[in-house]
């Protein structure tokens, strides 16, 4: 599974992001791992430099194997709380493509 960061202008660290991220995603998309080929995640803040309510937005895409990519977006507070969130509901989204898949 490859994983590509891409942060806006605004997200300082994106090699921190990345090295702190990459395993947290693996562990979390470890059960579809053999059916992904590949992971990108976008990390932006809403409202740029201003403070703001819920203003970090992850965007997990990701791309099963023979499959048109699958997106799912999440915002929080934090980037922390982004990324886990966009994981929870990929898996939820995953499942379910992939449920659909079997019963095929």
């Known amino acids: 599974m490859t994983i590509q960061f891409n942060t806006d202008k605004t997200i300082e660290g994106s090699e921190r992001h990345q090295n702190y991220f990459t395993p947290i995603i693996q562990e979390g998309l470890k059960r579809y ?5 590949r992971v990108e995640v976008h990390i932006s803040d809403e409202n740029g430099k201003k403070d703001g309510f819920n203003d970090m937005l992850c965007t997990l895409e990701v791309r ?3 499959q048109k990519p699958t997106a799912v977006k999440s915002q929080a507070n934090t980037v922390e ?3 886990s969130g966009a994981i ?3 898996k939820a989204s995953l ?6 898949l079997q019963n095929h």
């Open 81 to 83: 709380k982004a990324v």
């Open 33 to 37: 791992d053999s059916q992904i080929t």
């Open 64 to 66: 099963l194997e023979g």
């Open 95 to 100: 499942d379910t493509i992939l449920g659909k």
């Open 88 to 90: 929870d509901k990929m």
